[in-house]
């Protein structure tokens, strides 16, 4: 019997792109026997390596077009021509999707790059790159292999995933960072108090809570390469995940029990109320209450107080000029409501850093970072609403020149004033209520502004280039400047 030729329009699960990230992980083995700044070089090594020498090995390192079913249809042919014998499966191209990537060898390039920022972020904590290492490499490539092999349903808010796929990048990501960090080990960093000593279960946990965040950052409906958003975002989790402490929840727990029932009650009342007043909608109620809670139980109604803060200004400047605003067309949608989305934009990061100020020893420092992230979203959205309303036009941050009202990166005289008003209110009760010093006060400030900043900046690149969402802009503000501060604070000792 012979056998039949392989179908040559018959992809490998394994990409050859997926392959390279892949078999570099190997590196990653020899971490604990070089020096932070021997694994940087070796990181600058092959990046030169990607850009110079597998450009001329001739092999197709791009992301693979996402192959869905067409509707069946008779091809267009000419009288008589015999049909495509693939004529059922077609390419659809789809925003974001691979079709319509900026450059073909993005990913090979970034990868390196981001190898490299995690050696420099966290050149005291090897075991942290060596896990997210593990993570972007395996947990992507397995999440392509299981969600092609597989298939199944499609995840609800990404319909170009899979939950097969998901599951795979959690499975294979969880495995190969509690490998990596287990062979690497938890470095005690001499810069800051010892680290916990982690048993393998706790290393576990850990390492499966970072699959599971670098599986959310993957299957996020974005165009920018998740080689760099998967390590930044999961390597920034990781570390704080690595600071937690049973005994310093353990010593918070007396004020917890109380803590708790308030924080139910009290969000409870104000969610309805926005809701009420159709300052949310249902799913900005929903989520705003469960993030309010996880806000309300870091410090009590102190660190709640900069969530009313920051929504108070941001929906009084919402309405300022909303007439003027709509007649412009860029006003606020749903009358100025907030959707679930908006309400995790700008306050994820303020929720994730009050569970830290009850879970590890470092309180003021994850204090200063609550404060720096709602600092920075009060600033960005009264800015943008009060640059809207008081300024036709705006200029670009990058380079200045004028555009419309309300275009993104585009910043004004009145916006940014009033943004840096804002910022100072929530910094200025802040240090009121005696959540932080004069020093923290003003590095708080200082690193909103720097978000503020950063926002503006990915507003004018890669928002315009249609590659991120407005909303991932504005968590990538309250996340940058709460983790400045938080970098500040644990450096300085504030």
Avoid at 131 to 155: F, K, N, Y
Avoid at 353 to 361: P, S, Y
Wanted: aromatic share 8%; glycine share 10%; hydrophobic share 55%.
């Amino acid at each position: 019997m012979t056998q039949s030729p392989p179908d040559p329009k018959r992809r490998p699960l394994l990409s050859p792109r997926k392959t390279v990230h892949m078999s570099m992980l190997a590196f990653a083995f020899l971490l604990p026997f070089l020096t932070w700044q021997q694994a940087a070089g070796a990181a600058i090594l092959a990046l030169v390596f990607n850009l110079v020498i597998l450009p001329r090995l001739q092999v197709d390192l791009s992301k693979r077009p996402v192959l869905a079913r067409a509707p069946l249809r008779e091809p267009a042919t000419a009288p008589g021509a015999m049909p495509p014998a693939s004529a059922s499966t077609v390419p659809i191209q789809k925003p974001g999707s691979a079709n319509t990537e900026p450059s073909l060898w993005t990913g090979i390039i970034i990868y390196p790059i981001s190898v490299l920022l995690l050696i420099l972020f966290y050149r005291h904590q090897l075991y942290v790159v060596g896990a997210v290492w593990a993570i972007m490499a395996l947990g992507d490539g397995c999440a392509s292999v299981v969600g092609e092999a597989l298939g199944g349903p499609r995840l609800p808010y990404n319909r170009q995933k899979t939950w097969s796929g998901f599951a795979g990048f959690i499975v294979a990501g969880t495995a190969g960072a509690y490998l990596l960090a287990r062979w690497i080990g938890p470095i005690p960093d001499p810069s800051l108090p010892a680290q916990p000593v982690t048993s393998a279960q706790i290393t576990l946990i850990i390492c499966a809570a970072t699959a599971v965040v670098g599986a959310l950052v993957e299957s996020v409906p974005a165009r920018l390469d998740d080689n760099l958003t998967v390590p930044l975002v999961a390597g920034a989790f990781m570390y704080c995940a690595y600071l937690m402490e049973r005994c310093a929840l353990a010593s918070n727990l007396p004020y917890l029990g109380r803590r708790i029932v308030l924080a139910l009650a009290v969000n409870l009342i104000l969610a309805a109320l926005a809701w009420g007043l159709k300052m949310v909608d249902r799913s900005g109620a929903l989520v705003g209450f469960l993030l309010g809670v996880a806000i309300y139980m870091g410090y009590g109604w102190k660190s709640f107080l900069m969530l009313v803060a920051f929504f108070a200004l941001g929906s009084l400047a919402t309405r300022l000029g909303y007439a003027k605003k709509a007649a412009r067309g860029i006003a606020e949608r749903r009358g100025g409501a907030r959707s679930w989305r908006e309400a995790l934009a700008n306050s994820l990061a303020g929720a994730f850093f009050a569970v830290l100020v009850i879970t590890t020893r470092h309180e003021a420092a994850f204090l200063l970072a609550l404060i720096a992230a709602f600092a920075e979203a009060a600033g960005d959205t009264v800015s943008s609403e009060v640059g809207q309303w008081l300024s036709p036009r705006a200029y670009l941050i990058t380079g200045f020149h004028p555009v419309p009202a309300g275009a993104n990166g585009g910043v004004s005289l009145a916006g940014s004033a009033a943004g840096l008003a804002a910022s100072a209110l929530v910094v200025a009760l802040a240090y009121t209520v005696g959540l932080t010093r004069p020093a923290g006060a003003l590095a708080a400030l200082a690193a909103a502004l720097a978000g503020n900043i950063f926002d503006s900046m990915l507003g004018a690149t890669l928002e315009r280039r249609g590659l991120v969402s407005n909303g991932l802009v504005n968590f990538a503000g309250t996340s940058f400047a709460g983790a400045l501060a938080l970098s500040v604070a644990l450096h300085w000792g504030m």
